[in-house]
């Protein structure tokens, strides 16, 4: 089937999912690219429609792609000039699709652990973090070691952003995601759990990142990028920090994520 009109309702939809606000209240999000869509068609979540341009056509890939969408959603073809229309991207691979939000509950989350295997816990806890490419990062890393999910506090990005989408580059379909919880709620989690809470801090009770036991189930949560982690969190948490010995005052969230989770990594997998 061929949409040709900027009106068209699906159009209308795939234009207003830009927006936080609309994205909330469907309960829906964008797919934008050809490898992001490949991984959606891959996974099990929901999706509603999809939109192509012809150009997607002519290339083999794209061509499989589509068969595979096919079985999964309806397509509807639209021309190139709506397609930048629609696009969130400066180039536009010819593919978008609207997906239905996948969301936890801390209680969900807790029986998923319940169900994982025998292994401790490791969760990953953004703090309000509020950058799209630093929150991706994360989850992405996230999904790199083997995280059992992703829970983000109040006043955090919208994980479902177009820009974090894309900077997850397909782990959000990998990884439980948890989304607007409070401080206090991810400290009775850890202890719910069962697993010691964690917060990256420059701090002088703070220990170094690898002084930490992460044979242990773990919730290490990474901080706002201006401020870090909250001070309700702090006050709950053990606090670890990575020692810096150039003159450098910081880490970028991601990079810290990363140094972190890895030091779990090799405690886990290589001690």
């Not at 589509?66 to 229309?85: D, F, N």
């Not at 870090?228 to 970028?252: D, Q, R």
Request: net charge negative; with cysteine.
């Amino acid at each position: 089937m061929v949409i040709d009109s900027a009106s068209n309702k699906k159009i209308k939809l795939m234009e207003s999912l830009r927006l936080r606000k609309h994205r909330e209240r469907e309960g829906l999000f964008r797919i934008e690219g050809v490898r992001l869509a490949e991984m959606a068609a891959e996974s099990g979540w929901e999706l509603r429609f999809g939109l192509y341009t012809a150009e997607l056509l002519e290339k083999e890939r794209g061509r499989q792609l589509l068969a595979g969408l096919r079985e999964r959603c309806p397509l509807y073809e639209i021309s190139a000039p709506l397609g930048k229309k629609v696009a969130a991207t400066d180039t536009p691979q010819g593919i978008f699709l609207v997906a239905e939000q996948q969301k936890k509950s801390l209680p969900q989350m807790a029986e998923h652990l319940q169900q994982a295997a025998a292994r401790k816990p490791l969760l990953v806890v953004l703090d309000g973090v509020q950058d799209p490419g630093n929150a991706g990062t994360i989850i992405r890393t996230a999904d790199a070691v083997g995280a059992d999910g992703v829970i983000l506090t109040k006043g955090s990005v919208d994980v479902f952003s177009d820009k974090t989408v894309r900077a997850t580059m397909g782990s959000l379909f990998h990884l439980p995601v948890v989304t607007d919880v409070s401080a206090e709620e991810v400290a009775t989690f850890a202890q719910a759990t069962g697993c010691q809470l964690l917060a990256t801090a420059l701090d002088e009770q703070a220990k170094p990142h690898f002084a930490v036991d992460f044979g242990k189930g773990s919730l290490i949560a990474f901080g706002n990028e201006g401020g870090g982690v909250s001070e309700e969190l702090l006050a709950a948490a053990e606090k670890v920090y990575i020692p810096m010995y150039g003159e450098a005052e910081s880490l970028n969230v991601g990079v810290s994520s990363a140094v972190v989770l890895y030091e779990a990594v090799r405690q886990r997998h290589f001690a």
